[in-house]
């Protein structure tokens, strides 16, 4: 059975840093591209970033909104994505799930997702 | 980045009757390898994504088959043609086509 599994999700400062890691069992990892997707309090869905698998050189991408404070990388030996998120802003605030698959399957799994609050 | 946006809102449904959702997007969602990639989820209060539809039209398994989607180019639908209790929540379409990945605002269905 595929799972998918979110850590980390903290009360952190505005500035700070924090660090989320997705831990993938029941499929190969490195098969697989990764992404994040974040949604604040109430609101819709919003993709964060993407990492694909070696197979595509682990190439990453990312939302605007994140572009050069966030970085995501992958450790396919512990079968684990990460999530590092640098120069949080309150509007960072959020559940983060993280979901596997590009193209075809892009989303058919979902973690349960960590919550990330960003506040003083 | 593509601009993905649902109509309606909100769709008060009544049970046994049918529910439709449209989805805009605002660039062609069809890929250089021919494909489109239009995916529906379905969000329950308090709970994971679930992905009901894929590349448009493809039901995922394990979804009833009273959902549907249909479209093409720019234009999407997921239809419900028996709305039951169990489909209360938050519906999105998102494009996996061009990046950045993007998702329609959501749309609640709720009973009446």
């Known amino acids: 059975e595929v799972q998918l599994v979110e850590s980390g999700g903290n009360l952190v400062q505005p500035g700070r840093s924090l660090g989320l890691s997705c831990t993938g069992s029941g499929f190969t990892f490195g098969d697989y591209g990764m992404s994040w997707v974040r949604q604040a309090p109430g609101k819709g869905l919003e993709w964060v970033g993407f990492?694909?698998?070696?197979?595509?050189?682990?190439?990453?991408l990312y939302a605007a909104s994140v572009k050069g404070r966030f970085t995501i990388s992958r450790d396919d030996s512990k079968s684990i994505a990460y999530l590092q998120m640098n120069s949080l802003k309150t509007e960072d605030t959020a559940l983060y799930f993280c979901?596997?698959?590009?193209?075809?399957?892009?989303?058919?799994?979902w973690g349960q997702g960590t919550l990330v609050t960003v506040s003083s | 980045d593509v601009v993905m946006t649902q109509s309606p809102l909100s769709l008060p449904v009544t049970l046994g009757q049918p529910a439709s959702i449209s989805c805009r997007s605002s660039?062609?969602?069809?890929?250089?390898?021919?494909?489109?990639?239009l995916n529906w989820f379905q969000q329950r209060p308090g709970q994971s994504p679930r992905r009901l539809i894929y590349k448009v039209s493809n039901r995922d398994s394990g979804v009833p088959d009273r959902f549907s989607g249909s479209g093409s180019g720019t234009d999407f639908t997921l239809k419900i043609t028996r709305v039951e209790a169990e489909d209360v929540g938050v519906y999105y379409c998102m494009q996996g086509t061009h990046w950045p990945w993007t998702f329609g605002q959501g749309t609640k269905v709720e009973i009446k």
């Open positions: 979901t596997r698959g590009y193209g075809t399957n892009s989303g058919l799994y």
């Open positions: 990492i694909g698998s070696k197979a595509y050189a682990g190439t990453t």
């Open positions: 660039q062609s969602l069809v890929h250089s390898d021919g494909n489109t990639y």
